[in-house]
């Protein structure tokens, strides 16, 4: 039975990628943080076969002991401070958390393989927001970062950090480098998920209107249950290497609410959006496209669901939830 560690797995991306391996037949071991995290119950009732262990990743002690205890085969680091906009409010713990964090879990990594560095291949969840003021079109592998961001800046540090364990230490190391992908398990304060919440609210009379941002922001949205299969399929190659994971295709925030009111049967959003300054960035980044024939070819990974039906699915799925509170 393959043993996998997983930080990050109370996140979206975690819950997926532990439920897909456990399907897979793998013994799945969780890093949780806090002292009394609230998201353990959770997990624990969504996937009971997870074993949960305590660490932090600012805590290099924790994550060198929890090593000992999961034994890993694979490793995939997707803890991390994740709210872009979160980060300029609290750039030192983003700096402390999504940057050297990856640093901690290398680190931890090497030194539980000892001398067989290649027993345990590590996965780094690398983002789109590396590249942040775009410096070609479509984004791929080799594209040139411009972090625009504190998140931004941290993930380039985790990502070249991976890089540079698989260089120094012939670490079975890579990096998916993916783009913006969401679910109903998305949290509320990702702009796809306030959305459908919203919409979903909105229809059922809960709520009477929604603040935004940023409207002509475009994203190339995926759905994680589809991005974590590639996550899963980086580390069954011979050899480590480097991914974007990606649709191909970018909407803007408008195209988003578009789908998302007609699939409660409002055509005009207008009179339901307004714009609150206060959800605009310093810095923003316009427009992200990502270009992952690479994976395409070498995994054999493509997206299965479009992003209509991923925002019909999101939308349905708030209508159900807030609908049985009522
Ligand atoms: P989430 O925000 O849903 O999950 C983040 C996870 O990190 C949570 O489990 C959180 O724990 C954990 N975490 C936060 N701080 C610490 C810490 N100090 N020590 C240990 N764990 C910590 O993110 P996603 O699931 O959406 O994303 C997973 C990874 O992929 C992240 O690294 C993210 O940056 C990256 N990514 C995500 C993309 C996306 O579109 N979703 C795209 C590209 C990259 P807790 O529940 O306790 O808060
Ligand atoms: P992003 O996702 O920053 O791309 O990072 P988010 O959903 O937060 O924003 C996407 C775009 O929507 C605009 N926007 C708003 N965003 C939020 N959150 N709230 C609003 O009210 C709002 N109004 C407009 C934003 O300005 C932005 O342009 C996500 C995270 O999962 C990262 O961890 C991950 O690395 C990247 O995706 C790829």
Redesign the pocket.
Known sequence: MPRALITGITGQDGLYLAELLVGKGYEVFGLVRGQNNPKRELLHRIIPQVHILTGDLTDVSSLIRVMGIAQPDEVYNLG?V????YSWENAALTSDVTALGVLNMLEATRLYAGRDVSKVRFYQAS???MFGKAQEVPQKETTLPWPRSP?GVA?VYGHYMTINYRESYAMHASSGI???HESPRRGP????R?ISLAVARIKLGLQRDL?????E?S?DWGFAGDYVDAMWRMLQQPQPDDYVIATGKSHS?RDLLDFAFSAVGIDDWSGYVKMDPK???PA??EMLVGDSSKARSVLGWKPQMDFRSLVQMMVAHDLKEQGARL
């Open positions: 991390a994740s709210l872009v906009a983002s789109s927001e998140y993930k993916l783009f913006n304060e990702f702009v796809t306030k603040a935004l941002g940023n409207l922001a994203r925030v959800f605009l960035r923003d980044v």
